[in-house]
């Protein structure tokens, strides 16, 4: 507004300016060219596994809280558990090894497929890295500490705990994918 001021004042041969004024107006060059951003094109198939691993992720959820239901019985009673408690622990955790293989691979192929785009790129790495420690401590906790759990108290107890560790982070990593990643 000013500079059209300025324009008008100036055409009608007045000086709208004091001998203390002074008016800068800066200079650009007009044939600096606009940066585009880079179009970055991932799979078709990157829609696909994002939904299937949505799901699953949303499925682990239930399965979760079974796993703490009756691995709780498991724990307080030992061998003198609920039948009902040991099929369900067992069954449960086949059901998250599985869960758990179909995240593992769709989000790291998701993961990889969209490694050239830069938004959010920290936040899926971190989830990435994160739920391959999970993934680690999961197998660790079925595979090696199941089997001692039965006959040791202090293998139960690290068998529990770093079960619970592991769910934690991985519900806490899902609810920040939830919310961060746009």
Known sequence: MFLLAVLCVTIAGASPRTSSDSVVVP???VDTPRTRPKVIEVSDWYGRRLTIHRWVAYA???VFAVQWAAGDRLYKRGAD???WAKTAHRVGATSLAGMFTVNTITGA????D???TRQGLALRTVHALTMLGTDAAFTYT???LSNEA???SDKRQLHRTIALSAMGVTVVS???MKLWNR
Do not use: Q
Not at 109 to 112: D, I, L, Q, S, T
């Open 27 to 29: 200079t650009v060059p």
């Open 60 to 62: 682990t959820i239930p």
């Open 81 to 83: 558990a609920p039948t």
């Open 109 to 112: 192929w998701n993961w990889w």
């Open 114 to 116: 969209s490694r050239g």
């Open 142 to 144: 079925g595979a090696k």
């Open 150 to 152: 039965e006959t040791s």
């Open 174 to 176: 899902e609810i920040a």
